[in-house]
């Protein structure tokens, strides 16, 4: 679906090889947009590198496995990029995943892993690739959480790095401005990742997807009834990152099928 222009441009996407990051580098590329992606599995990573350098051309694909928070590796990358496509238009931040913990069950490493992925995962490749971004006019979007503003009890170490990750995201949106735009999505419950693997464990076999996620969305309260799909949060990210939001900055989109009770 050629729905956004990004001809002529390059976007990195961290946590590209599967789930929301996958979605929205193939959206991107379908688009017109050369893309930079990276994750730590090397063999997955590979795999869907393969699969898009055969359906969009190896010259528009650059892939790589490190982690987002070796500093190193990530410049290394910002290099990579340069070398190859000479630009970045746009950077999606969107390596990390939930903890599900109450406090008394957080350690002391479980706070300093969590905030360190959470808080480093944003911070690094922003440093890396803001020469590129700034050159370019460019734009960040990261992939952050509904529980940035509505914390969950059993999420607790991950709701409150989700706060410092928007409040940290506010902050560069006036620092990195005029030339660089800095945008959030917020996530409510997306049938990728975790949810993906709680229904693989599900007890009763015999239930189907669509059943379990639709039981899902009833035990939770989404208005719209359902989970939301991979795609429709990539479709979120190529608006931000796109020209056709270019007054728009400092902002969030909730991705969340009405999940939030806050206004």
């Known amino acids: 679906m050629n729905t956004y222009d990004y001809k002529g441009c390059v976007a990195v996407v961290t946590g590209g090889s599967s789930g929301i990051g996958l979605e929205t580098v193939k959206l991107l590329l379908a688009n017109g947009a050369k893309v930079a992606f990276c994750a730590r599995n ?3 990573l590979m795999d869907v590198a393969a699969v898009l350098a055969r359906d969009f051309g190896a010259d528009r694909i650059l892939a790589k ?4 928070l070796d500093a190193e590796a990530v410049t290394a ?3 990579d990029v340069k070398a190859k496509f000479g630009r970045c238009d746009l950077l999606v931040n969107n390596a990390g995943q939930g903890r599900v913990s109450t406090f008394a069950q957080t350690s002391d490493d479980d706070w300093r892993e969590e905030y360190e992925l959470k808080m480093f995962s ?3 490749p922003a440093r890396a690739f803001l020469p590129m971004l700034t050159e370019a006019g460019g734009a960040i979007v990261a992939v952050n959480s ?7 009890p059993h999420m607790v170490c991950t709701s409150s790095a989700r706060a410092g990750v928007q409040n940290l995201l506010k902050s560069l949106s006036v620092e990195m401005a005029p030339n660089v735009r800095v945008n959030s999505i917020l996530l409510g419950l997306v049938g990728s990742g975790q949810w993906t693997r709680r229904f693989g464990e599900r007890e009763d076999k015999s239930v189907s997807r669509e059943e379990w996620y639709s039981a899902l969305a009833k035990r939770k309260g989404i208005p719209l009834g359902r989970l939301g799909d991979p795609q429709e949060a990539a479709h979120a ?3 931000l990152g796109s020209r056709a939001a270019s007054y728009i900055t400092g902002a969030q989109l909730e991705v969340s099928g009405g999940l939030s009770r806050y206004i």
């Open 65 to 68: 496995a490190f982690s987002v």
């Open 122 to 124: 944003q911070i690094l």
């Open 237 to 239: 990210i190529a608006f």
């Open 77 to 79: 990358f910002a290099e």
């Open 146 to 152: 509904l529980l940035a503003y509505q914390p969950e």
């Open 42 to 44: 090397e063999n997955r």
